[in-house]
């Protein structure tokens, strides 16, 4: 998902580099159930490879990557979504080998520990993402995870989808996009402890790039996320950005977005 903005960063000038979290990229599980034609019942009992994957690991993997990059030049750190649960316990871990923090409607944890937390505040209240369960795949408590069928031809549930994460592009751009996505997320990683640390992650600067778009992380509960963070250290707030468009939209703004990172790398 984040090849069309490497692009436009290459195109600036700058390296980077898109980190599969474990479980992720090529090592994803895609059942042959999960295949055409689906075999639903089956796929709801195929444990998941994901199920034993926690926040630490994904941290860890990351910390490894930061350290080996570190040598080369400064590191900004860029995280969307769920991802934003990464990259703060690798700032909280290693702050003097990060730069910049740049969270894109990610979730940064300040006063509540998790995202299932957040959730259940009123900022979350305008999410889409709540009415998706009909998405959902098997029991998340015994598999560990929570399994979404992104190979539904249902044109109700796509149209759903599609108003939650990316209503403002073509429906040919959404359904390759669509197409990209991995089924399984672990639950351990939405429910571990993600909060900031202000000695630590708190001394390291700060991009926060809003879509007032959104409808799966609303925008109030975006600027909760920020004022959260800036109350708990003042003298360094985030250096907020705005674009008008969706969660997962940005990807299709990828110059507006690589032209933030570019003034990021500063």
Not at 56 to 76: C, F, I, K, L, S
Not at 180 to 200: C, G, K, N, Y
Not at 240 to 260: C, M, N, P, S, W
Request: overall charge negative; proline content about 6%; hydrophobic content about 45%.
């Amino acid at each position: 998902m984040w090849a069309p903005i490497q692009r436009e960063l290459a195109l600036l000038g700058h390296r980077s580099f898109a980190v599969d979290l474990p479980g992720h990229g090529l090592d994803a599980q895609y059942p042959v159930a999960y295949q055409a034609p689906q075999d639903l019942d089956a796929w709801a009992i195929e444990p998941s490879t994901l199920a034993g994957i926690t926040l630490q690991d994904n941290v860890d993997m990351v910390v490894d990557v930061v350290r080996r990059v570190a040598e080369y030049g400064p590191v900004v750190l860029v995280g969307a979504s769920l991802g934003g649960a990464t990259i703060t316990g690798v700032a909280n871990t290693i702050p003097k080998l990060v730069n910049r923090l740049v969270y894109i409607s990610a979730w940064s944890c300040v006063q509540r520990s998790n995202p299932i937390e957040y959730m259940q505040e009123p900022e979350y209240g305008a999410s889409l993402m709540p009415h998706l369960a009909a998405f959902n795949v098997g029991d998340p408590a015994q598999l560990g995870v929570g399994r979404a069928n992104y190979r539904t031809a249902d044109p109700t549930l796509l149209a759903d989808l599609k108003a939650a994460t990316m209503a403002d592009v073509t429906d040919e751009q959404f359904r390759a996009f669509l197409n990209i996505l991995q089924p399984d997320e672990s639950i351990a990683v939405m429910m571990a402890d993600a909060r900031v640390h202000a000695d630590t992650w708190g001394t390291i600067a700060r991009t926060y790039i809003r879509l007032t778009g959104d409808r799966s992380i609303p925008v109030a509960m975006q600027d909760r996320l920020i004022a959260e963070a800036d109350a708990l250290t003042p003298d360094n707030p985030y250096d907020v950005h705005t674009l008008d468009t969706t969660h997962a939209g940005f990807v299709f703004r990828a110059a507006e977005v690589a032209a933030i990172l570019d003034k990021s790398a500063l």
